[in-house]
């Protein structure tokens, strides 16, 4: 009954002054908008629709306005001020943001102006929201707030799974063969760009052929690695470890096609691998893809990750953007996307963001499952390209 009255107080909330908002709802520093991938994910903020069939859940979330979420807390400024953030729904699944973009825009745009009413600094775009709009920024002029896509530190936390997740099966990252799948995207481009001086071999793959072509110029005039180029997936499926970064409505990771021993970080939303694949393939190891960990962070609302202080990057880069007072001067401004990377990986040190442990669908992946792969890739069963 309480998510219910707040949900209505919500829809008052749209057509509310700001000075009038702010007598009703605490101002914060800043605002994460959010939006389900799946139908099942509307049922974390509305936990009696676990009860109805997925086509009610689905009118429910297509007609629903965006809405207030709980606050995040537990995090202190340089000055050692107590941090206020809110979590903001946007309620379109990714199926049906994908199904009509005009309204995903609208959708996300009313989720933005809501969320300014709470006078943030810092305003990040979580999942699809970026990618949606990517196309409309000009929507959102005039918001007073340093709006963020999350790609940055996201790519980030990409890169440093990837080394670890390497180690973790026994391989050395300069002698893998890695794959960026979705490479032209937001996150894709930069995570290749981290990537390509710490690999052996780079494979980028992705529909969009010129940015594929522009991406890969840029990089072989600056690693000695072999870059190669893809628009289908068949080189992909030869690499040792996979960085799926799409922005694809379903799973594009085919288990069949997979050899044993490969390595997959998932970072789409939704995910671009089957949420059973391990259970199909138990000599393949995938993980979430872009999780951060910040100790004493506090959020009530269930992310689907395995514990309250831990953050996808989005997120993360949201945080870290007010941490650092980067809202003053606009001081993302005029920099490369590679500057700003070393920038907020440095900044996450002094926070104290690292890598989450990694898991999968809300379980842990065990050290049990990484033997499985270093006794796949033994047999030599992984091919060479």
Known sequence: MQTLISTFRDLILHLMPRSIVQLIVESV??????????????????????????????????????????????????????????????????????????????????????????????????????SVMRAKWEALDGIKALITSGSIYTSVLLRQAAESLARRAGLELKDCTVAVVGAAGLVGSLVSKLLAERVGKLILVDRRVKVLNELGEELSKQVKAPILLSKGLSLSQKADLIVAATNAISAVLSPADLPAGTLIIDDSRPTST?????????????????????????????????????????????????????????????????????????????????????QWQGRVIHASQFDTIRAARSKDLHPVI
Request: aromatic share 10%; glycine share 8%; charged share 25%.
């Open 274 to 358: 089957p949420l059973d694949l391990m259970e199909q393939r138990p000599d393949i190891v995938v993980v979430e893809g872009g999780v951060g960990h910040l100790s004493g962070m506090q959020c009530s609302f269930d992310f689907g990750l395995l514990h309250e202080d831990e953050v996808f990057g989005c997120l993360g880069e949201t945080i870290l953007l007010c941490w650092d007072r980067m809202y003053e001067h606009r001081h993302l401004e005029g920099k490369k996307d590679l500057e700003l990377a070393l920038e907020l990986e440095k900044l996450a040190l002094q926070i104290g963001f690292d890598l989450a442990e990694f």
């Open 29 to 130: 520093d800043f605002v994460f908008v959010v939006h389900p991938r799946y139908a099942s994910d509307v049922c974390r903020k509305y936990p009696l629709l676990r009860y109805v069939p997925v086509w009610l859940i689905e009118a429910f979330s297509r007609h629903l306005w965006p809405v207030l979420g709980p606050s995040i807390s537990g995090i202190k400024t340089r000055e050692g001020r107590p941090m206020k953030g809110r979590v903001l729904f946007c309620p379109l699944t990714a199926e049906q943001m994908f199904k009509d973009l005009n309204k995903a825009r609208r959708r996300i745009v009313q989720s933005v102006r809501l969320g300014e009413k709470l006078e943030p600094k810092v305003i990040g775009l979580g999942a699809l929201s970026a």
